[in-house]
Protein backbone atom coordinates (compact mmCIF):
# COMPACT_ATOMS: atom_id res chain seq x y z
CA UNK A 1 0.00 0.00 0.00
CA UNK A 2 1.52 3.54 -1.59
CA UNK A 3 0.35 6.38 1.03
CA UNK A 4 0.58 9.75 -0.92
CA UNK A 5 0.41 13.28 1.20
CA UNK A 6 -0.18 16.50 -0.34
CA UNK A 7 0.49 20.06 1.07
CA UNK A 8 1.24 23.49 -0.36
CA UNK A 9 -2.26 24.55 -1.27
CA UNK A 10 -4.04 27.43 -0.01
CA UNK A 11 -5.83 30.98 -0.63
CA UNK A 12 -3.63 33.26 -3.29
CA UNK A 13 -4.19 36.05 -5.37
CA UNK A 14 -4.85 36.13 -9.00
CA UNK A 15 -1.00 36.07 -10.34
CA UNK A 16 0.35 34.91 -7.88
CA UNK A 17 2.23 31.96 -7.08
CA UNK A 18 2.01 28.10 -5.01
CA UNK A 19 4.10 25.04 -4.95
CA UNK A 20 2.05 21.74 -4.48
CA UNK A 21 4.00 18.51 -2.87
CA UNK A 22 3.22 15.13 -2.75
CA UNK A 23 4.93 13.29 -0.72
CA UNK A 24 5.27 8.86 -1.16
CA UNK A 25 5.54 6.57 1.46
CA UNK A 26 8.18 4.56 -0.97
CA UNK A 27 10.74 5.02 -3.45
CA UNK A 28 9.55 6.82 -6.40
CA UNK A 29 11.33 4.61 -8.30
CA UNK A 30 8.61 2.27 -8.23
CA UNK A 31 5.72 4.63 -10.00
CA UNK A 32 5.50 4.34 -13.72
CA UNK A 33 3.05 7.81 -13.85
CA UNK A 34 3.58 10.36 -11.57
CA UNK A 35 0.93 13.35 -11.79
CA UNK A 36 -1.18 15.71 -10.52
CA UNK A 37 -4.82 16.32 -11.41
CA UNK A 38 -7.47 18.82 -10.16
CA UNK A 39 -11.14 18.59 -9.93
CA UNK A 40 -13.33 22.31 -9.50
CA UNK A 41 -16.84 21.93 -8.67
CA UNK A 42 -19.40 20.43 -10.89
CA UNK A 43 -16.09 19.40 -13.09
CA UNK A 44 -14.97 16.65 -13.88
CA UNK A 45 -11.28 15.64 -12.64
CA UNK A 46 -8.50 16.33 -15.04
CA UNK A 47 -5.55 16.03 -16.04
CA UNK A 48 -3.07 19.43 -15.01
CA UNK A 49 0.58 17.59 -15.27
CA UNK A 50 2.00 14.48 -15.84
CA UNK A 51 5.61 12.57 -15.96
CA UNK A 52 5.36 9.01 -17.47
CA UNK A 53 8.08 6.91 -17.53
CA UNK A 54 11.32 8.25 -18.51
CA UNK A 55 9.05 10.61 -20.76
CA UNK A 56 9.31 14.59 -20.84
CA UNK A 57 6.34 15.90 -18.34
CA UNK A 58 2.92 16.65 -20.56
CA UNK A 59 0.61 19.04 -19.14
CA UNK A 60 -3.10 19.94 -19.67
CA UNK A 61 -3.77 22.18 -22.69
CA UNK A 62 -5.02 25.15 -20.49
CA UNK A 63 -1.50 25.12 -18.06
CA UNK A 64 0.03 27.35 -20.79
CA UNK A 65 3.79 27.46 -19.26
CA UNK A 66 2.37 28.69 -16.00
CA UNK A 67 3.21 25.18 -14.12
CA UNK A 68 5.98 22.88 -13.93
CA UNK A 69 6.22 19.43 -12.45
CA UNK A 70 9.44 18.01 -11.03
CA UNK A 71 10.46 15.78 -8.94
CA UNK A 72 12.82 14.76 -6.19
CA UNK A 73 14.19 11.31 -6.09
CA UNK A 74 16.31 11.26 -3.03
CA UNK A 75 12.98 12.96 -0.64
CA UNK A 76 10.41 10.93 -2.68
CA UNK A 77 7.91 13.50 -3.56
CA UNK A 78 6.52 15.02 -6.63
CA UNK A 79 5.97 19.07 -6.76
CA UNK A 80 4.10 21.08 -9.07
CA UNK A 81 5.50 24.90 -9.23
CA UNK A 82 2.15 26.75 -10.39
CA UNK A 83 2.82 30.18 -11.31
CA UNK A 84 0.34 33.20 -13.10
CA UNK A 85 -2.59 31.70 -11.14
CA UNK A 86 -5.65 31.98 -12.43
CA UNK A 87 -9.45 32.44 -10.62
CA UNK A 88 -9.92 28.88 -12.90
CA UNK A 89 -7.87 27.09 -11.48
CA UNK A 90 -9.28 27.33 -7.97
CA UNK A 91 -10.00 23.47 -7.64
CA UNK A 92 -8.42 20.49 -5.66
CA UNK A 93 -5.46 18.94 -6.57
CA UNK A 94 -4.57 15.42 -6.08
CA UNK A 95 -1.38 13.67 -6.68
CA UNK A 96 -1.45 10.04 -8.31
CA UNK A 97 0.99 7.43 -9.13
CA UNK A 98 1.03 4.16 -11.26
CA UNK A 99 3.08 1.30 -9.98
CA UNK A 100 5.26 -0.19 -12.38
CA UNK A 101 5.12 -3.97 -10.97
CA UNK A 102 1.16 -4.41 -10.33
CA UNK A 103 -0.09 -1.15 -12.19
CA UNK A 104 -2.02 -0.08 -9.03
CA UNK A 105 -3.34 3.21 -8.78
CA UNK A 106 -2.73 5.56 -6.26
CA UNK A 107 -4.44 8.91 -5.20
CA UNK A 108 -3.30 11.30 -2.32
CA UNK A 109 -6.14 13.19 -0.31
CA UNK A 110 -6.14 16.12 -2.14
CA UNK A 111 -5.39 19.80 -1.38
CA UNK A 112 -7.64 22.59 -2.07
CA UNK A 113 -6.02 25.82 -3.86
CA UNK A 114 -8.27 29.08 -4.00
CA UNK A 115 -7.28 31.85 -6.42
CA UNK A 116 -9.42 34.50 -5.35
CA UNK A 117 -9.01 38.24 -4.60
Known amino acids: QVRLVESGGGLVQPGGSLRLSCAAS????????MGWYRQAPGKERESVAE???????SYGDFVKGRFTISRDNAQNTVSLQMNSLKSEDTAVYYC???????????WGQGTQVTVSS
Open 96 to 106: KVVQYIDGAIY
Open 51 to 57: IIGNNRP
Open 26 to 33: TSIFSFYV
